[in-house]
């Protein structure tokens, strides 16, 4: 780790928000009351695909305590979406052509407001609705067919994205390749189980803006959907957050904001709404459940010559964010190697399932679980050890991808291995690395197994999306800087952004933390900073509060009393895909990470036991050293619900178990003995301090390793996520083991 002699960057200072969250004072939205509010309650879609034929709302509007319902016909522009606008605010009659067919149980049709929250909920299950069903489609390799049923006019046989590359010449390499091997994975859901369910209170505030207090992932992109809902103009709205319960993803897109402002706009008075963890799990986004087909040539030697993949995620029957998910897997489908020869088909398919979307490492893990599963077969079959083979394959500075363009510099992905290797179950010889075996228990029906695995995630926006940070840096005092003020609109979703922005204008400034204050989470005092999402605000935050730091001390030393300083930041643009190709420049900085694990596997029930993990990240450089332990720690048991636990059942598009008690998350039981982290800082040329971002990549390598440690304790190979015991024991008795 380097050794810092700066003033901020480098110490692990305690979070700014420790105080107030671990005491109860910090609001969350759920936490916030206004005198004289109303309470809101959503009637949801009872359909996966019908046309809403008639909305009865007269029992609803009789029912004492009711003050207003609001259907399709009320909402101005009625219309949202992150990506594309392709989604009513509210479905039924009365509005633009589409908006009266409900394609998913997610879709709202109905707002009942009332004076209390037990009222409404009466309310909404009182409203009824005619419907005209329609035909429906569950399986996204069904609904590409010709005849199945067309959900969107303009995504024709339900293909809402295809990606191609074609690189090098994959029909003459399987000539070249001494072993081809050939398989199908397959990822299922994950519910992304924030602290907090989906909360908000919308109003109107002095200055007689339609403001919505609510958690999400970016101030400006919510204040954008509610404005465009609303036909206002972006200044007529103002989004706040206040605490915020957790992301990962699941606040990119919308829940309660536009509903929330759309009910404040018509009544002129606070409306709130909260959802249960039921509503939460049943309506709001999910990670793509992804199938991939592919097969890999080697030679003898271990090095990679060809790849070929077919990757289908299913999208749920809206965009959200399937589109660059998509994006993503079709990129990371070939794993951190060189490999000379590529043909990958990318397929993001619209479904009546529940939608999906954003969830940390953002297509990464559903790719790794196929690519890394690959080169662990690969390690078998030829007789080298993992690590090795990997090593021989690595990509590294200069390194030509699939897209056809070196990376950008600073790749550090062999030394992340080695490092991993060396801190975990590995010994480096003459030969090569070599690995331990794992001990054994005494109970003979307890195998232990250790299994590796890598990859490296995308910091910021990718493809072409535009990407920037705003800052502003105020400077008070007289001889010296007393006070320096910084605002940067950027959200903090429970990783501590905060803290890091304050240390950073601290750094920028040349002042103590104690001296800086941080104004954001409010579109009435900052600019846009971006989402905080695709591991970017570290690095996005950092180079803006960095630049306008260093104005700010110009004008400072010109005897500006107070000093101000704005800087937007903008990196190196990045490009889409060649439609034809897949030829881009897809991110101009990337993280790089691997992960040994030891597992114990009951042979008897199928549980599956993770015992240690080792996880090695190249963080560029540790701007607050704890955090970045804490954001390791906890994506590793993150993943380790996604790949061991947590099965979310949809059934013809209905969540079957929304509930913690039937869908399963990591406990404090579950977490390892050991989570291990190994903080590598190989500046990025063109981070804050070297920084690049970190939060997902702890999760994208993990499944793979657990699965890898899983056949090195029994002798099979698992395809399917998550590794539920039921899984495990079918194919362990299909293999003659245990029983």
Not at 427 to 434: A, H, P
Not at 686 to 707: C, Q, T
Request: with cysteine; net charge negative; aromatic share 8%.
């Amino acid at each position: 780790m380097v050794e810092s002699k700066s003033i901020a960057v480098g110490h692990s200072i305690k979070r700014i928000d420790a105080l107030g969250k671990v005491t109860g004072e910090t609001p969350y939205p759920g936490d916030i009351d206004i005198e004289g509010q109303l309470w809101m309650k959503i009637r949801f879609s009872d359909r996966a695909h019908a046309r809403v034929l008639e909305i009865d709302t007269s029992e609803a509007e009789a029912l004492p305590g009711v003050v207003r319902i609001f259907t399709a016909k009320d909402v101005p522009q009625n219309e949202y979406g992150l990506m594309t606008k392709d989604q009513p605010v509210l479905c039924g009659p009365g509005s633009r052509s589409g908006a009266d067919i409900v394609r998913c149980y997610m879709d709202m049709v109905a707002l009942v407001v009332a004076e209390t929250e037990a009222t409404a909920a009466k309310a909404a299950k009182l409203i009824r609705v005619v419907y005209e069903d329609l035909p429906a489609v569950f399986d996204p390799i069904e609904a590409m067919t010709d005849g199945a049923p067309q959900l969107q006019e303009n995504v024709p046989n339900n293909v809402l994205v295809h990606y191609r590359t074609r690189y090098g010449d994959v029909a003459s390499a399987w000539e070249q390749a001494d072993v081809i091997l050939e398989d199908e994975f397959h990822t299922g859901y994950q519910e992304h189980a924030y602290l907090q369910p989906e909360a908000g209170l919308g109003y109107i505030d002095e200055e007689g803006r339609v403001t919505v207090i609510v958690a999400g992932q970016w101030t400006h992109e919510d204040q954008g959907l509610i404005a465009h809902a609303l036909n206002l103009e972006p200044e007529q709205v103002r989004v706040i957050y206040p605490a915020i319960g957790g992301a990962f993803g699941g606040r990119e897109d919308m829940s309660v904001q536009i509903v929330l402002g759309l009910a404040a706009y018509r009544l002129r008075r606070p409306v709130k709404a909260l959802w249960s963890r039921e509503e939460s799990i049943l309506f709001h986004h999910k990670r793509h459940p992804v199938s991939i087909r592919t097969k890999w040539g080697a030679k003898q030697d271990g090095t990679l010559v060809a790849i070929e993949a077919t990757v289908i995620g299913d999208a749920g029957p809206y965009n959200y964010t399937t589109t660059k998910v998509l994006a993503n897997a079709n990129l990371m489908i070939t794993g951190p190697y060189e490999i000379p020869n590529v043909h990958i088909d990318t397929y993001g398919v619209l479904t009546n399932n529940i939608c999906t979307g954003a969830f940390r490492g953002f297509g990464a893990p559903q790719a790794a679980f196929a690519a890394e599963g690959m080169m662990n077969r690969f390690a078998e079959t030829l007789g080298i050890d993992p690590v090795e083979l990997r090593l021989r394959n690595s990509i590294r500075e200069g390194s030509i991808t699939s897209v056809g363009t070196p990376l950008p510099k600073g790749v550090s992905m062999p030394e992340v291995i080695e490092a991993c290797a060396r801190e975990s179950y590995w010994t480096q010889n003459g030969s090569g690395w070599q690995r331990q075996s794992a001990a054994q228990s005494d109970n003979p029906a307890l195998r232990r197994g250790i299994g590796f695995a890598c990859g490296y995630k995308n910091v910021g926006y990718s493809f072409g999306f535009p990407e920037q940070s705003w800052a502003t840096i105020e400077l008070y005092g007289s001889t010296e800087i007393e006070q320096v003020i910084v605002r940067h609109g950027g959200a903090d979703v429970g990783q501590g952004a905060h803290t890091i922005m304050t240390q950073a204008a601290a750094e920028a400034t040349g002042v103590p933390v104690s001296k800086v204050k941080l104004i954001g989470h409010d579109t009435a005092e900052t600019s846009t900073a971006g989402s905080a999402s695709a591991s970017r605000m570290t690095f996005m935050a950092g180079n803006a509060i960095k630049g306008a730091g260093e104005r700010a001390l110009i004008a400072w030393k010109n005897e500006e009393r107070p000093a101000k300083a704005t800087y937007q930041y903008r990196p190196p643009k990045t490009t889409p895909f060649d439609p034809m190709t897949g030829k881009a420049e897809p991110n101009f900085a990337y993280g790089y990470v691997a992960e040994a694990v030891e597992v114990e596997v009951d042979i008897e029930t199928g549980f599956v036991r993770v015992l240690r993990v080792v996880c090695a990240d190249d963080v560029g450089r540790a701007i607050n050293p704890q955090l970045v332990q804490g954001q390791i720690e906890g994506a590793v048991v993150q993943a380790l619900g996604y790949a061991v636990m947590e099965h979310l059942i949809s059934d013809q598009g209905r969540i079957r178990n929304p509930y913690l008690s039937t869908y399963l998350i990591p406990t404090v039981l579950d977490v390892p003995v050991e989570v291990k982290s190994v903080v590598l800082e190989y500046p990025d040329p063109i981070g804050p301090w070297g920084a690049r971002g970190m939060g997902e990549m702890p999760f994208i390598p993990l499944a793979p390793a657990i699965s890898a440690a899983i056949h090195d304790a029994t002798g099979v190979w698992f395809n399917s996520l998550p590794f539920i015991p039921q899984r495990i024991v079918k194919s362990l008795r299909e293999h003659g083991i245990g029983g």
